[in-house]
């Protein structure tokens, strides 16, 4: 279990690292729908991170860390979605900053799942 965990946080970090760096390096402008439709792909993905969060406090996992890396994922919902959100539906970036800030949360807290999950004593049956 405690490789899974590792894997599952490294892999969720790396996915959003090269995800960022394709949708800056690798092409043409984007239009609007794509970004507003990756705002709602990256809130659903860590809702779902979310629910396995809960999954693990539930299994009993260590609780502080687990809350924390909680609230990491909605804060990076909130900055990263939430400004793709704004952008699609008004065209306008509401803080600057704030959608590379919150993908930064979201690559932080992924590796520090990962890190938990890689220091867990207790094995899960």
């Known amino acids: 279990m405690k ?3 590792a894997l599952a946080g490294l892999n969720a970090a790396i996915s959003i690292g ?3 760096y394709g949708w800056h390096n690798l092409g043409d402008v984007p239009d609007i729908r794509s970004v507003f439709m990756m705002g709602s ?7 779902l991170g979310l629910l396995g969060l809960a ?9 502080r860390a687990l809350l924390i890396i909680g609230a990491m994922f909605q804060a ?9 959100y704004a952008f699609g539906l008004i065209n306008i970036i509401p803080v600057s900053g704030a959608a590379p ?11 520090w799942l990962a890190w938990v999950g890689a220091r867990w004593k207790k094995a899960l049956a």
């Open 41 to 47: 792909q990256y809130q659903m993905w860590h809702a």
């Open 76 to 84: 990076g919902i909130i900055l990263f979605s939430g400004t793709l």
């Open 101 to 111: 800030a919150g993908g930064g949360v979201l690559i932080l807290a992924w590796l």
């Open 55 to 63: 999954l693990l406090l539930n299994a009993g996992g260590p609780k």
């Open 18 to 20: 090269l995800g960022a």
């Open 3 to 5: 490789i899974l965990l």
